[in-house]
């Protein structure tokens, strides 16, 4: 969507196939855990960063109202994981 102005929504949630440069700060529990899904997967750190903000953002969907999500594990314990 676009403004009566031509410029992009600042709500606009249309995907798109650019790419978009973001700089972040990441704490060393984050590196920890962005290297070992890398080394896991054999995925570049871009991609390992595009698929988790992805299913972060899906796995919200099936959040609780208080912010937590089920997991069921194959052996049947459940598990809860409060998300952000």
Same mark, same amino acid.
């Given at each position: 969507m676009? &403004? &009566?102005?031509?410029?992009?929504? &600042?709500d606009d949630?249309?995907?798109t ?5 973001i700089?972040f ?9 962005l290297?070992?899904i890398?080394?896991? &997967?054999?995925?570049?750190?871009t991609?390992v #960063?595009n !698929?988790?903000?992805?299913l !972060?953002?899906?796995?919200?969907t099936?959040a ?6 089920? #997991?069921? !594990?194959?052996?049947?314990?459940t ?6």
């Open positions: 676009t &403004s &009566s102005n031509g410029q992009p929504d &600042s949630t249309a995907v196939s650019g790419l978009t440069r700089t700060n990441a704490t060393g529990r984050t590196v920890v855990a290297d070992a890398t080394k896991a &997967s054999g995925d570049n750190r991609d #960063i !698929a988790t903000l992805r !972060a953002a899906t796995l919200l099936f609780h109202p208080n912010g937590t999500l089920h #997991i069921l !594990a194959p052996d049947g314990t598990h809860v994981v409060h998300m952000p």
